[in-house]
């Protein structure tokens, strides 16, 4: 959108400015094969030249005596050392397994199913229109900072859900389909995003909290709505500010949100806790809540812009038209306006 | 070459000197400008509302500050947090170290490094998303502002991806994004870095010579 007060760059400068840039890709052309990159490990990474224990991978010295007496004992004692000072756990197998076994490979399939669903919906049913068209009269709904609170924390979520798909994704889906090195880039990329991402969720989670409990809390209303499932059985259901589907979303992202940012702080910050089994518990609640709440907001997304008519005005200018406000929220429009929402002498259209 | 030594080395100091060259080049024309002869006697110091025009405004006045508390918020964090994120971040502190300055410093500890981050990030995109949420500010945003955000979005983000510091690719892509950003910002709404020192303080030498407390 062009700006009223927006004096255009003059000519030349702009002109300058593209050459320049146009300069910076044409010598990136001519370093050709300086592509090639080579990949150092992290400082916290395994010593593969170490030949005993478990920093042996490469299997240049068995230690079977060792390994057997180690496994052999209670599972659960976490605090077994090893000779060069290290903790180990052997629950790690269990969780290693449960973690291949089923997150990687079952729960993933909960957001592709969520968006087959979706897609069904849009094209058997279709978008939910407002019945009665547009009014043309607006309410207000949202203020400035509420949606700011609301798009920040959704920027947040996309960005920490992509990574966070990426980095649960890389062994089962990435490494088949783009090879090792490739995996490895996008992986380390992804979770170092994720670790200086992860924080900012916490403090949208609070901001989200503040800004939109009021009106959130349960009411006698809602059950109507989950009799009705919102309105596909049964027709018309009565809602105010919040449906009980918006109340649910909330709630879940605040409670399972707080869980997630528990245990995403234990794992960014693992000295924090020190003990494994909790780390190794993290990783899997992490996941499976990421996981939720990615399904789920997938349905938030769809009925937020393309699925129902009206809905995406109250986020993007902070009001919402007439009959929109009466057809999905009539108790809070007769609240807002002293109006009654099925009152025909009282119709906007 | 490598690509990392091409964006590290020739690049960067080709970019690092577009960005002196052309920012002097810019901050003269401006002052060139000049300003229109004012020939009624002066009331006031205008030298004196230049310097209090330029302290003054990094406070908000009481009526204002209640309605954009989030923009001042928002603002001094991503400012604030990317010049400690610059100025403290380890691998910066052992870059600027290597190929400017010779010398060093303590650096953040990671856990620093990630709250500057963090604090820098939340400003940005507190100030982008503000910017596309409240209608004025949609109306008067242009296209380079917006680019203006992206292109340092994009910085940051690169930086982060390349934090493990275990992959050449990701830090040359870190770099060359770096590298953009020094071309552009001295053509761009950017510059208003290093313009706001002479808006403001053109603004109060107007009000410092009339004689009006700022």
Redesign the interface.
């Given at each position: 959108?062009?700006?009223?007060?927006?004096h255009p760059?003059p000519r030349p400068?702009?002109q300058?400015?593209a050459l320049?840039?146009t300069a910076?890709f044409v010598?990136?052309m001519a370093?050709g094969g300086?592509?090639?990159?080579?990949?150092?490990?992290?400082g916290n990474?395994v010593n593969l030249d170490q030949t005993f224990g478990p920093s042996a991978p490469r299997g240049t010295e068995s230690a079977s005596d060792f390994w057997r007496a180690f496994r052999g004992g209670d599972p659960n004692d976490l605090l077994r050392v090893l000779p060069d000072g290290r903790a180990m756990t052997t629950t790690g197998q269990y969780w290693r397994a449960f973690r291949e076994d089923y997150i990687t490979v079952k729960v993933l399939w909960l957001p592709a199913i969520a968006i087959v669903l979706l897609a069904l919906h849009q094209l058997l049913r279709g978008p939910m229109r407002i019945s009665a068209g547009r009014s043309g009269k607006t309410i207000p709904r949202f203020t400035?900072?509420a949606?700011?609170a609301h798009?920040?924390t959704a920027?947040?979520f996309i960005f920490l859900g992509l990574s966070g798909l990426t980095i649960l994704m890389a062994r089962p889906v990435l490494v088949p389909l783009l090879g090792n090195d490739i995996s490895?880039?996008l992986v380390?990329?992804?979770?170092?995003?994720h670790?200086?991402?992860g924080?900012?969720f916490i403090?949208a989670l609070m901001w989200l909290f503040v800004k939109f409990i009021r009106g959130n809390f349960f009411q006698i209303v809602d059950f109507k709505w989950i009799f009705k499932l919102g309105g596909l059985f049964g027709g018309h259901v009565s809602s105010s500010q919040f449906n009980f589907g918006e109340k649910s979303w909330f709630w879940m992202v605040i409670l399972l949100g707080s869980v997630m940012s528990v245990t995403g702080l234990a794992l960014?910050?693992p000295w924090l806790i020190g003990d494994l089994r909790l780390l190794q518990a993290s990783t899997i609640l992490h996941a499976i809540g990421a996981v939720a709440l990615i399904t789920v907001s997938l349905g938030h997304i769809y009925v937020g812009t393309i699925g129902m008519e009206g809905a995406i005005d109250s986020m993007?200018?902070?009001e919402v038209d007439e009959n929109w406000a009466k057809e999905h929220h009539d108790l809070w429009y007769e609240e807002m306006t002293g109006k009654s929402a099925s009152d025909p002498t009282e119709d906007t259209t | 070459m490598s690509f990392l030594e091409f964006v590290e080395g020739p690049l960067f100091l080709f970019a690092a000197g577009v960005f002196v060259l052309a920012s002097l080049w810019r901050f003269v024309g401006i002052i060139r400008i000049g300003r229109k002869k004012d020939i009624s006697p002066p009331k006031g110091s205008a030298a004196g509302g230049f310097i209090a025009g330029n302290f003054r405004h990094f406070f908000p006045r009481g009526i204002f500050a209640r309605r954009t508390w989030l923009h001042i918020v928002g603002g001094y964090g991503f400012h604030l947090g990317l010049l400690a994120l610059v100025v403290l971040g380890a691998p910066h502190v052992a870059f600027l170290e290597d190929r400017l300055f010779g010398f060093g410093w303590t650096p953040l500890p990671r856990w620093g490094f990630i709250l500057v981050a963090d604090v820098a990030f939340a400003g940005l995109i507190v100030l982008w998303v503000r910017r596309i949420s409240d209608p004025v500010m949609r109306l008067i945003s242009s296209r380079a502002d917006h680019i203006g955000s992206i292109l340092i979005f994009l910085v940051m983000l690169t930086g982060a991806f390349a934090m493990q510091e275990s992959h050449d690719l990701l830090r040359a892509i870190h770099m060359l994004m770096v590298d953009i950003f020094l071309i552009y910002f001295p053509f761009s709404r950017l510059f208003h870095g290093f313009t706001f020192v002479l808006s403001r303080g053109n603004t109060g030498a107007t009000y410092g010579r009339k004689g009006m407390n700022l």
């Amino acid at each position: 959108m062009q700006d009223c007060f927006d004096h255009p760059s003059p000519r030349p400068v702009s002109q300058l400015a593209a050459l320049l840039l146009t300069a910076v890709f044409v010598l990136l052309m001519a370093t050709g094969g300086g592509f090639a990159q080579s990949v150092v490990p992290p400082g916290n990474a395994v010593n593969l030249d170490q030949t005993f224990g478990p920093s042996a991978p490469r299997g240049t010295e068995s230690a079977s005596d060792f390994w057997r007496a180690f496994r052999g004992g209670d599972p659960n004692d976490l605090l077994r050392v090893l000779p060069d000072g290290r903790a180990m756990t052997t629950t790690g197998q269990y969780w290693r397994a449960f973690r291949e076994d089923y997150i990687t490979v079952k729960v993933l399939w909960l957001p592709a199913i969520a968006i087959v669903l979706l897609a069904l919906h849009q094209l058997l049913r279709g978008p939910m229109r407002i019945s009665a068209g547009r009014s043309g009269k607006t309410i207000p709904r949202f203020t400035l900072n509420a949606r700011v609170a609301h798009w920040f924390t959704a920027v947040v979520f996309i960005f920490l859900g992509l990574s966070g798909l990426t980095i649960l994704m890389a062994r089962p889906v990435l490494v088949p389909l783009l090879g090792n090195d490739i995996s490895s880039v996008l992986v380390s990329a992804a979770l170092q995003g994720h670790n200086v991402f992860g924080p900012l969720f916490i403090f949208a989670l609070m901001w989200l909290f503040v800004k939109f409990i009021r009106g959130n809390f349960f009411q006698i209303v809602d059950f109507k709505w989950i009799f009705k499932l919102g309105g596909l059985f049964g027709g018309h259901v009565s809602s105010s500010q919040f449906n009980f589907g918006e109340k649910s979303w909330f709630w879940m992202v605040i409670l399972l949100g707080s869980v997630m940012s528990v245990t995403g702080l234990a794992l960014e910050f693992p000295w924090l806790i020190g003990d494994l089994r909790l780390l190794q518990a993290s990783t899997i609640l992490h996941a499976i809540g990421a996981v939720a709440l990615i399904t789920v907001s997938l349905g938030h997304i769809y009925v937020g812009t393309i699925g129902m008519e009206g809905a995406i005005d109250s986020m993007l200018i902070g009001e919402v038209d007439e009959n929109w406000a009466k057809e999905h929220h009539d108790l809070w429009y007769e609240e807002m306006t002293g109006k009654s929402a099925s009152d025909p002498t009282e119709d906007t259209t | 070459m490598s690509f990392l030594e091409f964006v590290e080395g020739p690049l960067f100091l080709f970019a690092a000197g577009v960005f002196v060259l052309a920012s002097l080049w810019r901050f003269v024309g401006i002052i060139r400008i000049g300003r229109k002869k004012d020939i009624s006697p002066p009331k006031g110091s205008a030298a004196g509302g230049f310097i209090a025009g330029n302290f003054r405004h990094f406070f908000p006045r009481g009526i204002f500050a209640r309605r954009t508390w989030l923009h001042i918020v928002g603002g001094y964090g991503f400012h604030l947090g990317l010049l400690a994120l610059v100025v403290l971040g380890a691998p910066h502190v052992a870059f600027l170290e290597d190929r400017l300055f010779g010398f060093g410093w303590t650096p953040l500890p990671r856990w620093g490094f990630i709250l500057v981050a963090d604090v820098a990030f939340a400003g940005l995109i507190v100030l982008w998303v503000r910017r596309i949420s409240d209608p004025v500010m949609r109306l008067i945003s242009s296209r380079a502002d917006h680019i203006g955000s992206i292109l340092i979005f994009l910085v940051m983000l690169t930086g982060a991806f390349a934090m493990q510091e275990s992959h050449d690719l990701l830090r040359a892509i870190h770099m060359l994004m770096v590298d953009i950003f020094l071309i552009y910002f001295p053509f761009s709404r950017l510059f208003h870095g290093f313009t706001f020192v002479l808006s403001r303080g053109n603004t109060g030498a107007t009000y410092g010579r009339k004689g009006m407390n700022l």
